[in-house]
């Protein structure tokens, strides 16, 4: 058995327990479905294709003068007094890219803008003899700016004997409070049903390819629904189970999420209108009706996440609102058990280093101690198998022509001296499932994105930005992608090509070709991969040369030892 087998063997195992865990352990993620039983939720009127010709987003904001500023350390932006729209607001610790003066990242936009974005809370009645608070309503405001320290409370009389107010809220990151309250000053009782709605134009291209979930997503029953775009286009409306939970729509990075209280149950649902970048997507939930009896009020409290997807502030609003499994938000995948666990660990080492690429180094060396025993046995059996190989090559010559025996004699061989030839695999059986959960941990954690290392590599989230096609920028010349094959990948291929010289090569010649182009292979491949992933892949082969380099010599000196033993 030689590497290059070994190779696709690991290959096949990682497949294996990578499918054959999601068979037996199937994901929690499910899709909702069409449904005819449950009630329908009302939807926003405004129809895509109706929208006027979309404002740039700070002519939007002119254009609706009457607005209530919000101002946090995380947030700035403003709350449209007509309709009470949240339908502004701006990541203040974020930017488009890492030239620190590149735009903010803007997540919530006016509703006359191309990128609309809004969210809104209020009521619904049956048979609309009440007149409730809409769209364009005009509420008043009791301050001009919402912060942590300084809530605000918004008022609209429907002229009929009811107070609608809404006191809202903010923490220091990206959490909203809503208490809606009506006071019932007429004669006669009503029936309300609090409401909340989000509201997306345009249907943005996923950034993740199959790795990566983005669009509607939210917990019910304590279980993940991730229903694509596209579940929603074929039928125009998605139902989600009848259950208390949160949903809402999901980016790579940033979510918007609907989060009515955790104990009370809702009928919610997804709904799609009109096509390509007039697409309007609306997340929307309603609650059982309230009587309000006269000289009454009723008052609700929801909330309402727009921001960064920050796992330790997920994790913290699950204890402190009780918001089930809100950490699903990131796309941990199949190796949740697996990637979170990783990403908290870089997470602590950084606190440590200062640096996330020197946790990641740090972490590798962890995880070869972790595994030093079974890697040491792997390796100690490749030693031998190497010192083994003139022995193999007489037994392949001598038995050319019977292919069964000549097996039947490697094999004598192996047991004669010990060899376990499947075990050259174990350690890369070991490093894919922790490649694969690195990779999503550097792919998806907002923690990574931007994250700086040494030198040239500004953003360990993304490729090397170097390539030898322009001889690492000394000529003026911008390649295109697929020739942009940076530093780190090539020190990767480096430490590959070493490893594979203290490996047993190939016996067949051609395989013996096809074992030297892998790291070739490799180099190409990953120059395309985060950069993070590639250092890791780099200095984790490094570490094992070290270790099989000290291995395989000891098994030298031992087996020279042996012989002078015998010779005497």
């Known amino acids: 058995m030689n590497e290059q087998k070994n190779f696709f063997i690991a290959i096949a195992l990682s497949a294996a327990i990578l499918f054959g865990f999601y068979y037996f352990f199937p994901t929690t993620s499910q899709k909702p479905t069409p449904s005819q039983n449950e009630p329908q939720v009302t939807v926003p009127q405004q129809q895509a294709s109706q929208a ?53 990242i803007v997540l919530l936009s006016p509703e006359n803008t191309a990128h609309a974005y809004y969210a809104r809370f209020g009521w619904v009645s049956q048979g609309g003899a009440i007149s409730l608070p809409t769209e364009k309503t005009v509420w008043e405001t009791n301050g001009l700016t919402l912060t942590p320290q300084t809530p605000v409370t918004l008022t609209w009389n429907n002229g009929q004997g009811l107070l609608f107010q809404q006191i809202i809220s903010i923490d220091e990151n990206y959490m909203f409070t809503i208490i809606q309250k009506v006071t019932n000053s007429g004669a006669a009782p009503v029936s309300l049903a609090p409401q909340g709605i989000l509201v997306r134009r345009g249907e943005p291209k996923s950034s993740g390819f199959f790795i990566l979930h983005e669009g509607p997503v939210g917990v019910f029953n304590g279980k993940l629904y991730d229903p694509s775009y596209d579940d929603i286009a074929k039928t125009g409306i998605l139902q989600n189970p009848k259950s208390a939970g949160w949903f809402g729509l999901t980016d790579k990075y940033w979510l918007t999420a609907l989060v009515p209280d955790p104990k009370a149950e809702v009928t919610s649902s997804y709904t799609r209108h009109g096509t390509a970048e007039d697409t309007l997507i609306t997340a929307l939930y309603q609650k059982d009706p309230l009587s309000l009896a006269p000289g009454h009020s009723i008052e609700v409290t929801d909330h309402f996440f727009a921001g960064a997807k920050v796992l330790r502030l997920l994790d913290g609003y699950e204890e402190t609102l009780g918001i089930n499994h809100f950490d699903l938000a990131v796309d941990f995948g199949w190796f949740y058990f697996l990637t979170k666990p990783i990403f908290y ?224």
């Open 52 to 104: 006027p010709q979309p404002l740039p987003h700070e002519e939007a904001l002119k254009a609706a003068p009457r607005r209530l500023q919000i101002q946090s350390s995380s947030v700035k932006g403003s709350l449209n007094l007509e309709g009470a729209l949240l339908d502004d607001l701006t990541l203040v610790k974020y930017r488009e890219t890492v030239d620190p003066n590149s735009p903010e």
């Open 345 to 568: 660990a870089l997470e602590f080492l950084k606190g440590f280093l200062g640096n996330f690429g020197l946790a990641i180094l740090a972490l590798t060396v962890l995880i070869k101690l972790a595994f030093f025993p079974l890697a040491n046995k792997s390796y100690e059996s490749m030693g031998r198998m190497k010192t083994l190989q003139p022995q193999i090559e007489k037994v392949r010559e001598r038995y050319a022509d019977d292919r069964m025996k000549m097996n039947e004699k490697i094999m004598e061989l192996y047991k004669k001296e010990k060899v376990n030839p499947m075990a050259g695999c174990l350690p890369m059986v070991i490093q894919i499932p922790v490649f694969f959960a690195l990779y999503k941990v550097l792919f998806v954690s907002i923690e990574m994105r931007q994250a700086p290392f040494y030198g040239w590599i500004h953003d360990l989230s993304a490729p090397d930005p170097t390539t030898i096609f322009n001889l690492f920028g000394l000529i003026p010349w911008d390649p295109p992608s697929f020739l942009m094959i940076g530093a780190w990948p090539l020190i990767m291929g480096g430490t590959m090509f070493l490893q594979q010289k203290l490996s047993p090569p190939p016996a067949d010649p051609t395989q013996a070709k096809m074992f030297l182009f892998m790291p070739i292979f490799f180099t190409y491949l990953l120059a395309q991969f985060p950069a993070g992933l590639v250092i890791y892949w780099a200095w984790n082969n490094a570490l094992s040369i070290a270790q099989q380099w000290v291995i395989m010599k000891r098994s030298e000196r031992k087996k020279a030892k042996h012989a002078k033993r015998e010779a005497a």
